[in-house]
């Protein structure tokens, strides 16, 4: 099967999980449902969930195991949008080719719309019957890290608090390493929280090729931001450099970022190749993230 075959059926697969993960809440007299909904089920490239799919089969790890990790990981990762694009982070008003939650509801709505989905994924991992208790509580508290304090809310609060102030390349890096990075740290220590049959080793190879690889999203990220276009990207181009945010491309110029992203690349590689198990998925996986053009 082709990568891009494999992506296409997780893709499939994601969505059904989503709109069953929906579908037991009952109807409200308000549009919050429809807008979780919006802001759920668009056209995403559900990178996490591929990546738990991807771990989850290098690992021989049961496919409903994983299911609940998918769904969790992508609810994190659309309310983590929702707040993202609100006036008051980066106001953008388009997402995934389509108006963002705020402009499309309200930006009320798009809160409470990123509250509930945060709340689903917790939900959802709970009320999982494929998982024991064990499992869920280690699934819950790495996927709680890595949405909080210690991760993505973390490095968004850097973000916001250097907005129109220069930085220096070690704060960017630690500031994506959060707001992006841990939530792909996040999908390796949640299926290792569904095996005891992996050394320390092993253990430290994922984590090393996780990290890697969240670094070098958001360096062809910032690429991406000045090398193309609204259309292909589906949210604005340019609107970091609008908000006069520090960028990778900005740091370092544009070819030197290209270097780093090749480098951040290699790195990663290195690090599969170290894993006693077929890692032609893993590594298929980390040149779709470096490839892609949107």
Request: aromatic letters at 6%; proline letters at 4%; one cysteine or more.
């Amino acid at each position: 099967m082709s990568f891009k075959h494999r992506h296409t059926q997780t893709i499939e697969h994601t969505n059904q999980l989503l709109t069953q993960a929906l579908g037991h809440y009952p109807s409200l007299p308000c549009d919050l449902l429809p807008a979780m909904e919006y802001a759920l089920l668009g056209q995403g490239k559900r990178v996490r969930p591929l990546f738990i799919a991807i771990l989850g089969e290098t690992l021989a790890i049961d496919a409903n195991k994983l299911a609940p990790l998918m769904v969790a990981i992508e609810c994190i990762h659309a309310y983590s949008l929702v707040h993202d694009d609100l006036p008051d982070m980066d106001n953008d008003d388009l997402r995934r080719g389509q108006p963002t939650c705020h402009i499309q509801f309200s930006p009320g709505t798009a809160i409470l719309v990123g509250d509930a989905l945060q709340s689903l994924a917790f939900e959802h991992i709970a009320n999982s019957p494929t998982l024991t208790d064990r499992e869920k509580v280690a699934v819950i508290s790495v996927l709680a890290k890595a949405a909080g304090y210690d991760g993505m809310c973390g490095g968004q609060a850097i973000d916001l608090h250097f907005t129109d102030t220069a930085i220096d390349i070690n704060t960017l890096t630690q500031l994506h390493a959060l707001k992006t990075g841990a939530l792909l740290s996040a999908c390796v220590g949640m299926v290792i929280a569904l095996t005891s049959d992996l050394d320390l080793a092993d253990i430290a190879h994922l984590q090393t090729f996780s990290r890697n690889l969240g670094l070098a999203f958001q360096v062809l990220d910032d690429i991406l931001d000045v090398t193309s276009d609204s259309l292909t990207l589906g949210k604005p181009s340019g609107s970091d450099q609008e908000l006069n945010k520090s960028t990778f491309p900005a740091l370092l110029g544009l070819q030197a970022s290209q270097d780093y992203l090749a480098q951040l690349y290699a790195e990663s590689l290195q690090s599969s190749d170290q894993l006693p198990y077929n890692t032609t998925l893993l590594n298929e996986f980390a040149e779709f993230l470096v490839q892609r053009s949107y």
